[in-house]
């Protein structure tokens, strides 16, 4: 019904920068919070940021200050800006996104990109 399609990983420095972009196709009627979590190996999946319908953002501690999240909505795209990476950062990253249709609410994961920064 819903298909979410990442890119924008790779392999980086630490102080390099990354973009990440979520795209969603399907049926639904509107798309309201979207989202990114990340998980490191042998580690929780976590939030890292996150931005609604009405554009409020909110992000990890961790990331503060270093990421930004942005969408287009007429694309139903969803975007990470990451600068200053560190090797810490390294995670595979999944977009997370609540979709309407017919006023009935659902939330759907991406399959992941890989971002890998060397020290």
């Known amino acids: 019904q819903v298909q979410l399609v990442e890119s924008g990983g790779g392999l980086v420095q630490a102080g390099g920068s990354l973009r990440l972009s979520c795209a969603a196709s399907g049926r639904f009627s509107r798309i309201d919070d979207m989202s990114w979590y990340r998980q490191a190996p042998g580690k929780q999946r976590e939030l890292a940021a996150g931005?609604?319908?009405?554009?409020?953002?909110y992000y990890a501690d961790s990331v503060k200050g270093r990421f930004t999240i942005s969408r287009d909505s007429e694309k139903s795209t969803v975007f990470l800006q990451m600068n200053s990476l560190e090797p810490e950062d390294t995670a595979v990253y999944y977009c997370?996104?609540?979709?309407?249709?017919?006023?009935?609410?659902?939330?759907?994961w991406g399959q992941g990109t890989q971002v890998t920064v060397s020290s």
């Open positions: 997370y996104v609540q979709v309407v249709s017919l006023s009935v609410a659902g939330n759907y």
């Open positions: 931005t609604t319908r009405g554009g409020s953002t």
